[in-house]
């Protein structure tokens, strides 16, 4: 069991991620690639992603196990990092100190292979080789996903979201799912070991993670900046290959018509299928259908929680409606056009 505890400051400083974190989803994805549970939603990937992976991938296996501790270097706390190089580079300026601590913690649970004790001691071609583990593991195993990594965090985003606007940091807190119960001031959590995390007035941040199975996780070192990563929902679709002729397996012939241009557009702030329905006067079963085809084309994504679907628009989704939009805008004809 994991507890963390609250003050009325961290309450004001919860914040949700704004988007994947690059080095969460690595080390993640590399512990649940190994593990045999979660088979409904990872096995088809399982199966896509281990014959694919070269050699040097074989130096994060060490360091992430299936099961058990791993050292907080992996994951630093970045921010809004923009790109997979910069949280790469600041991964390898890992300061020393912090490296021989994690590795010697993480060393007392388990034996580590004799390299570690040059990662340890700093050597930058160990760093070196570690970081391009890293970009070679994320290119093989993960990019060829990574919009759809991106568009179900983006989704999970927006039903926290409405928890929020709901029910302020109660129902934030209360909205993540089975393996958390919020009794003030303290949020349970369920976890492999007995764990305490004060946030002392630093606030907390929740990322929200594609890959985290199957319970939540955070740093084992209590003085870093608070994190909680924990699992989010999958399309049951997610892994289905990827079509040759589209960069996300889409298919957007289907895609016309005046009523899924208005479905698209609604789903750009998230909405249900009884939103959906309501706002356009369209039939549940037609709205079903529309976003059938939307998520077809890699332009909706669908996360289902608190009994009901939430229907929220991919990148791609919205760069399509603001292209029409802005399209419509320049033609002479347009409305307010000069």
């Not at 993480?106 to 160990?126: H, K, Q």
């Not at 900046?225 to 960069?247: G, K, N």
């Not at 289907?254 to 329905?277: D, F, K, N, Q, Y």
Request: with cysteine; aromatic share 6%.
């Amino acid at each position: 069991m994991l507890r963390v505890y609250f003050t009325a400051e961290d309450l004001a400083r919860v914040r949700v991620a704004s988007g994947p974190d690059y080095l969460w989803e690595i080390s993640n994805s590399v512990q649940t690639l190994r593990r045999r549970d979660g088979a409904r939603v990872f096995g088809e990937w399982r199966r896509w992603a281990r014959p694919r992976l070269s050699d040097s991938c074989q130096l994060l296996s060490p360091l992430l196990p299936p099961r058990g501790s791993s050292p907080d270097f992996l994951t630093p706390t970045l921010g809004d990092c923009p790109t997979l190089q910069a949280a790469v580079d600041t991964l390898v300026r890992t300061p020393p100190p912090r490296l021989r601590a994690d590795l010697t913690r993480v060393a007392a649970a388990r034996p580590l292979p004799g390299w570690t004790d040059s990662l340890a001691g700093g050597d930058g071609e160990v760093l070196r080789r570690l970081g391009q583990a890293l970009r070679t593991y994320h290119r093989e195993a993960l990019a060829p996903f990574w919009q759809r990594v991106h568009a179900h965090i983006d989704a999970d985003r927006m039903v926290r979201t409405r928890a929020l606007l709901d029910g302020a940091v109660d129902g934030l807190l209360g909205s993540l799912g089975p393996h958390f119960r919020w009794r003030p001031p303290v949020l349970e959590v369920d976890y492999p070991v007995e764990h305490q995390l004060r946030l002392d007035g630093r606030g907390l941040t929740l990322q929200p993670s594609f890959f985290c199975w199957p319970t939540p996780i955070t740093l084992a070192d209590g003085a870093l900046p608070p994190v909680l990563v924990y699992p989010i929902e999958h399309a049951v679709d997610w892994a289905r290959p990827l079509a040759p002729d589209s960069p996300d397996g889409g298919a957007l012939g289907p895609l016309i018509g005046h009523t899924r241009a208005e479905v698209l557009r609604a789903t750009r702030t998230g909405a249900s299928t009884v939103e959906l329905a309501r706002l356009l006067s369209v039939t549940h079963p037609a709205i079903s259908q529309h976003v059938k085809v939307l998520r077809a084309a890699g332009l909706v994504t669908t996360v289902r929680g608190a009994g009901r679907s939430l229907h929220v628009a991919t990148a791609e989704g919205r760069a399509l409606v603001r292209g029409c939009e802005r399209g419509a805008a320049a033609r002479p004809d347009a409305p307010g056009a000069r």
